[in-house]
């Protein structure tokens, strides 16, 4: 299988945030799900990606072509769906239109009406009418009329209500239902991922801290319940992120079988995607 995403050091330094040698790889035929709390990294890495932001040393691959030198050819197939800030409000959809789809060779107008009359967007509407939820609805139509093969969108649903986000994710996985394509889909928002993501990519503090397939995350890690007075220092070492109180203790942990045996009577509960990035920041485990 190819990978559609290749980074390799990449190192971005402003006055008061740097990327410190990001390095990850994504199979084509994958929804990655790009995680992190808000102001870790996650914008910079796309900005970095897209060519929008000069990176400082490292290498960027997409669609096995080194960015650098083929910035052109490689941005015709990517579409690109940001929370905000590149949409002119002061336009009318179809002038936005006719700016944007100079840009792409493959621009395809059956594809951008077809998604147009399906959002029910009107485009002698000026932009700045447009809800936030239409807007998101716009760009995507846009990301999706020039038959991208790879769609990189940051935060797309931040401040959607969730009818809107459900109807995004039905879009994207239509949008997968046709080999070879690609959702690289940046979000602290975890929610939407627990429920199609394939792999998840998380950053902190502008460090990748793991790079996993989702299923397998979600069955490593559980929540484990119990009596504080059973929790030790040796018990301890076994917990990703672990809080006490008066009435027990409640941790997370991918060590269950080694904890069954040091602590006896527990409760094992699932968790999800928010709770082992919250584990990982509140443990202090990023900085071990």
């Not at 330094?13 to 040698?21: C, G, H, R, S, V």
Request: with cysteine; charged share 25%; hydrophobic share 40%.
């Amino acid at each position: 299988m190819k990978n559609v995403i290749e980074i390799s050091g990449l190192n971005k330094t402003y006055e008061k945030f740097a990327l410190t040698d990001i390095s990850f790889s994504i199979p084509e035929g994958c929804i990655v799900g790009f995680i992190g709390l808000n102001g870790q990294g996650k914008t910079t890495t796309i900005r970095s990606m897209l060519g929008l932001s000069q990176k400082d040393s490292g290498q960027i691959s997409i669609f096995g072509m080194d960015l650098d030198e083929d910035s052109r050819q490689i941005k015709d197939r990517i579409g690109v769906v940001f929370d905000e800030g590149y949409l002119y409000d002061s336009l009318k959809i179809r002038e936005m239109k006719s700016i944007i789809s100079k840009a792409y060779s493959n621009w395809d107008d059956s594809s951008y009406y077809k998604y147009l009359n399906k959002f029910s967007l009107d485009e002698n509407q000026k932009i700045a009418t447009l809800s936030k939820g239409m807007k998101m609805k716009f760009a995507l139509t846009l990301a999706l009329s020039h038959h991208a093969e790879l769609l990189i969108m940051d935060e797309p649903t931040s401040g959607l209500d969730p009818l809107v986000r459900k109807e995004l994710m039905e879009i994207l996985n239509d949008f997968m239902k046709v080999g070879g394509k690609g959702v690289f889909y940046s979000s602290h928002i975890t929610s939407d991922l627990d429920k199609f993501a394939d792999i998840i990519v998380f950053i902190n503090k502008g460090q990748i801290v793991f790079v996993e397939d989702k299923d397998s995350l979600l069955d490593s890690y559980v929540r484990v319940k119990g009596d504080k007075a059973l929790i030790n220092e040796e018990s301890k070492k076994y917990f990703l992120s672990l809080k006490e109180s008066d009435y027990g203790f409640s941790g997370i942990t991918e060590r269950l079988d080694e904890l069954n045996h040091l602590i006896p009577g527990i409760i094992v509960e699932r968790i999800n995607i928010e709770d082992i990035m919250l584990a990982y920041v509140e443990g202090g485990s990023l900085d071990a």
